[in-house]
Each structure stands twice: as C-alpha cells, then as structure tokens.
C-alpha cells in the first residue's frame, strides 16, 4: 500500500513539475512576441506589429496602417517606450496575461496588461490595457 501511494505521489509531483515547465516556457515564447511587436512599433514596422495581433483585433483595424495609426494616438507609450520590463505572467481560462512595465519618453510609468490567445498553434496579442502610475521614473 505505501509504495502504491508513494507511486501516485511522485506521479503527481511529475505532472506538477511537467505542467510548469511547460507554462514556464510558454510565458517565454509570449514575452517575445510582446517584445517583437514593441521594437516593431519603435521602429514604425506597421505591417510587422500587426501580424502578432489576433483576428479579434484584425476585424477592427481593417490593416496594418489603420493598426498602427491607432496604437500611436491611443498607446503612446506602448508604441515608443523608453523601456520596459516584465512583471507579473499568468494563465487563466486557456489565455495568458502578462503585466509589462513601460517607461514612456517622458519618464512616466505605466502599466500594460497584455492578453494572448492561442490562434491555431500560434499565441496572437488580443488586447492591451494601459494604466498610468503615480510616479516617474529617475
């Protein structure tokens, strides 16, 4: 009986550990589509920013330049950060939250709530919520 029990626990730990390993490197992979799309705004590649967008967000901006036009007027800071940084990553309901840090040009900090969502075998951003904190950056 203890080594039936000792089985179904290191069972479970396996698949704990497996699990995690597994949302460990999907935070990765979706950080680096985030940042893609960031130095892809720095750099005013509209075509390249919009391709990392999911087909929620492609039915509302008809292209990339609507696209772009919308981000520079509504996400400055999103779209030429002098900075950023990640904080918190999480899953919930099959789709991946991450908290990004921005610095703006201006020094002012932000907060960026970015939301992924699995599109066939690909994550796509599906939307971005900004909120401005109390402070500024030295």
Known sequence: MKLIINIFLF?????????????????????????????????EDAEKAYSFAAPYIKLRFDNSDVFMKMVKENYEPVSNPKDFYFLKSKIVNGEIYHQ??????????????????????????????????NQESV
């Open 11 to 43: 069972c479970l730990v396996s698949g704990n550990l497996y699990a995690f390993e597994e949302d460990k490197k999907t935070f990765e992979l979706t950080k680096e589509i985030i940042t893609q799309q960031i130095e892809a705004f720095k750099i």
């Open 100 to 133: 990004v840090q921005i610095i703006s040009q201006s020094n002012k900090i932000y907060i960026a709530t970015y939301s992924l969502t699995l599109t066939g075998n690909d994550w796509k951003i599906s939307g971005c919520a900004l909120s401005l904190m």
